[in-house]
């Protein structure tokens, strides 16, 4: 089984309409992270989380939310999807290893495609 | 800020060949280095990594040198097969893993 999974993994909605997409972790992470992955940039940081009560923004968060229901479990929102968000979306976790958070771990990704 | 900037691609290569991906960095402190790898409709993961000057990363015949004078952390390997056809991604962490940034990607085919 995956350590971290993503649903839904493809989506098509349409401009105006709210979506959520979640991610799920086996790993006993703490931090969990939101990037997003479009071609020739790379991956950009959406939101990243390092506990249950600690949320903090990356560079690209404008037009999206975020909610750690628990360790576990991290879910990103967009309130109000615009073609423009069209993008590969990846859930990462992170954990203490010999004292340092030192590897990401990724889902599978969600292809979200907004009309 | 820190940074990471790696080779553009697309690479296409022939089996057997050899492959180098080059990455340079900008980084205040230590960094960590990192080459992940993202195979068609998967997530990344990672393929090696480095966390002082002069180590050398390696994992399935890849390698990968952290040389500090030259802030850089290029990926090689001595004799690529198909399967290694996927996008490669350098990245860099603080030394504490609070930051985390990745290069753009270079795509490599590789044909039998």
């Known amino acids: 089984d995956a350590d971290v999974t993503q649903t839904p993994r493809n989506r098509i909605t349409k401009t105006g309409k709210r979506i959520m997409l979640e991610c799920s972790q086996t790993?006993?992470?703490?931090?969990m992270y939101w990037y997003r992955q479009d071609p020739g940039l790379g991956l950009q940081l959406i939101y990243y989380?390092?506990?249950?009560?600690?949320?903090n923004k990356g560079e690209i968060s404008d037009g999206y939310s975020v909610s750690r229901q628990a360790q576990a479990k991290f879910s990103l929102s967009l309130e109000s999807a615009i073609p423009n968000q069209t993008a590969l979306y990846f859930c990462?976790?992170?954990?203490?290893?010999?004292?340092?958070?030192?590897?990401?771990?990724f889902g599978p990704g969600t292809r979200l495609t907004v009309l | 800020g820190d940074s990471v900037t790696q080779m553009e691609g697309p690479v296409t290569l022939s089996e057997e060949a050899f492959l180098t991906i080059n990455c340079t960095y900008t980084?205040?402190?230590?960094?960590?280095l990192f080459w992940y790898v993202q195979y068609p409709g998967e997530g990344l993961q990672l393929l090696l990594k480095?966390?002082?000057?002069?180590d050398k990363g390696s994992n399935k015949g890849f390698e990968a040198t952290y040389r500090k004078e030259t802030t850089s952390f290029h990926l090689e390997k001595g004799s690529v097969q198909v399967s290694d056809s996927a996008v490669y991604f350098c990245?860099?962490?603080?030394?504490?893993?609070?930051?985390?940034?990745f290069g753009t990607g270079t795509s490599l085919t590789v044909i039998p």
């Open positions: 480095a966390t002082k000057a002069d």
């Open positions: 989380s390092f506990d249950v009560k600690d949320i």
């Open positions: 790993k006993g992470h703490d931090r």
């Open positions: 990462a976790t992170s954990g203490r290893t010999s004292g340092t958070y030192n590897e990401q771990f």
């Open positions: 980084a205040t402190g230590y960094p960590s």
């Open positions: 990245a860099l962490s603080d030394r504490d893993g609070n930051q985390f940034y």
